[in-house]
């Protein structure tokens, strides 16, 4: 269900994409803003990994410097059939975790020194197993492609009044409103791209470490200590906060329509619901 969801927002930004583009600038202008926006995004997701490491000051670790972290990656790893990322650990004492990279083979994840110091053993590998789901469901992939259609569509809004519609009779009125309402209409599908991919990670994370119930007590806590304590890092790089498995930034109540994550409770209802129903299994480790 997931997927189809996925699929269906996906064909939902492309239609605005060439219908906006179509409107505003013709054939001409809309090859012109994809191309602009598919440049600046391949160019992203190439260098993803060391620009969102880069930008949390994250540092690598290995089995001497964070033997009990790497353990749980590698092992969960192997459990999911997938090549092992590399393991970062960010110094900061909110907590929370990302993945990134472009495939499997080139990923990498990281945790906080918060998120270390407060989670058990099975909640980190509740997690970073939730982080491997992304990697492995090329979830980073995925959200190149939408903001490659997203940032061709704010492109073709800040070129519609030198296009001004005229092509396509749209007209100044027109084209003012779909400079204002298109790139909300794009934000806003991208950002339920995203929430979808959160619900899925959680999911597929679940099975990976075996124990929905690790996940959800881990997004409790987190979510808890998230609003009292700052992440500095992410503050300063707003435009990263999509990619930790909860938003780390303090956000204001009317930014909430905006959010890339889905409500911390529904994410805990549904992993409560994934685990009513499973027999207990033993540790994975």
Known sequence: ????????????????????????????????A????????????????????????????DDRSAPELVRIVHDLARRAGMPP??????EAAQPNAFATGRNPENAAVAA???????????EVAGVMAHELAHIRNRDTLLMTVTATFAGAISTLATFA?????????????????????????????QIAISRTREYEA????????????????ALRKI?????????????RNPGSAHMFIVNPLHAQAIDRLFATHPATEARVAALEAMAAPAARRGPWA
Request: proline content about 3%.
């Open 1 to 32: 269900m997931a997927m189809f969801r996925t699929g269906v927002l996906m064909a939902a930004i492309t239609a605005l994409y060439l219908a906006v583009g179509f409107l505003i600038g013709g054939a001409a202008g809309m090859l012109i």
């Open 34 to 61: 994809f191309l602009i926006a598919a440049g600046m995004n391949l160019f992203a997701c190439w260098n993803s990994d060391r620009l969102a490491l880069r930008a949390h000051n994250a540092v690598e670790v």
């Open 85 to 90: 990322p590399r393991v970062y650990v960010i």
């Open 112 to 122: 906080t020194t918060g998120l270390l110091s407060v989670l058990t053993p099975e």
């Open 161 to 189: 009044l030198f296009f001004r519609g005229r092509q396509n009779g749209v007209g100044l009125i027109g084209t003012i409103a779909l400079m204002i309402l298109a790139p909300i209409a794009a934000a806003l599908v």
């Open 202 to 217: 959680d999911r597929v994370g679940a099975e990976i470490c075996g124990e929905p119930l690790w996940l959800a007590s």
């Open 223 to 235: 979510a808890a200590l998230t609003g009292r304590v700052d992440m500095n890092s992410a503050e």
